[in-house]
């Protein structure tokens, strides 16, 4: 066998060893990622791959363990905010207020993944939607609990703004492209996917005699999202025009299916007085979360003082560490404000760290699993080599960037870290082939947020926010590898037909 083709088959390993044990064998995401890092390590360890420099394997697991930290924070405090607010009764109020009075459950579907989701996900991100989501859809308590966890996992249509914008902007950096002009494009290649997603949640919603009923619902709810998504990327700057884009979405959706029915018990004055009250108080731990995000995100002052007094700088691993200017920090302080604002209990608190802690233990294991796999491939070359090989397809490369992006977003859970890994070869390898670099990076930003819904993390969280078995959550994971797989298949065929529309080599 070629040594070229041979260090190829051994760069995919790992992946294919994780699938092998996720789809096949039907174990957890994190024995599939203990078991695709040692598959790593040992192929690493008998050079089978041409390594670039001699590296430390133990060096690069815990450079891999440390990149994980950000994400996992986020995750772990998310899992916490949604059991606090669970638990103090907050879900139920939000419900309420915002699929209340549409009595139609297709239309509330439509909103959860149209609007209220993307807008959870544009201002915490990391897969926070599917948490907050999946407590919605939980208040429609006859659907099934596995299609609550499918559904709030379609919510990630949006994930190029989650953060605000922090993948999208890596994307940017690495690759060159101006960011107004990555975002407008990554906003325009993810349409197709909004339609897509709208599409599969409502027929897991409705059926296929309710599709056909709500059909309706469905274009006017994907034509209000993408019409704002386009909007406001053409005239906001990207860092919160994904939060802006879905609020919008919401509003519109709901003043246009909104029913007129009296808000509070009975219609009464009083009643209603108290509903607003509750409402307030619920709003209030999300609006924390916003605004502190928002501070430490969108205003450069804030976010050059963070980065000069919070930054824990590891030169050994050559990396750099902020644990205050994430999401993380700003959802711990939504917990504090929710025990705060509904009064709960020292008891009940011990109940909610359990449920916490046992959830919490396969989400962080899983993800920590899988950066550390994604350092392993990055600092031993398989990464490189994979990259390479789809490289060699000449122009034809850019059907491939979406399948290499799309790797990226799987095996990290996370944008920003599947832009890190593979932004500025997919920019290098498009000007090489003679591409437009604009086009490739936008794709490389939307397959890799796209996969971030397949990636064991995120399918762990939607299971475990929902209460599954190991063999439900295997089953749901089986089902998202396929969604992903037909959604980087859209993409491919956009990326394809834009660069034959496209006369220029360059956008």
Known sequence: MHPGLLSLVFSCLPVFVALLVTYVLRWSSFRAG????AAAGIIASFHVVNQTSNISMLDTMIRGALESIPVAEVLLFGLL????LLDAGSFETIQRLLLGRITSPGRQTLLVVSAVGPFFEATTGFGLGIVLSAALLSAMQWLPRRR????????QSQV????????????????GVPLRTLAFCSAALSIPLLLLYGAIALYLCVGRSGFRQHATDLWVACLVEAACLISFNDILPPTIAGAVSSAATTLILRLAW????PIGPGGSERGQVAEWRAWARSMTPYALVFFTCF??????????????WTTWTLPSYDISLNIVENPGMALLLGCFACWLLFRVPAKRLRH??????????????STVCFFILAALMRDTGMTRVIADGVAGAGRAYIACVPFLGGLGGYLTGSNSAANAMFASFQAQAARASGLPVALAASIQNVAASSATMASPSRVTMAGSSCGLSEAESSQVS???TAVMAVTLAIIAAEGTFGALMLASPRL
């Open 295 to 308: 501070t430490t995100s969108a205003m450069p002052s804030v976010t050059k003082m963070l980065n000069r």
């Open 34 to 37: 203990l078991i695709a890092c």
């Open 478 to 480: 089986r089902w998202t």
């Open 352 to 365: 909610v760290a359990d449920r916490w802690l046992r959830q919490a233990y396969g989400v962080i294991g």
């Open 81 to 84: 905010f949604y059991h606090v």
């Open 148 to 155: 609550i966890a499918q559904i709030s996992l379609l919510t």
């Open 258 to 261: 909104n029913k007129s029915t």
């Open 160 to 175: 190029p703004w989650g953060a605000f914008a922090a993948g999208t902007w890596i994307n940017s950096t690495l690759s």
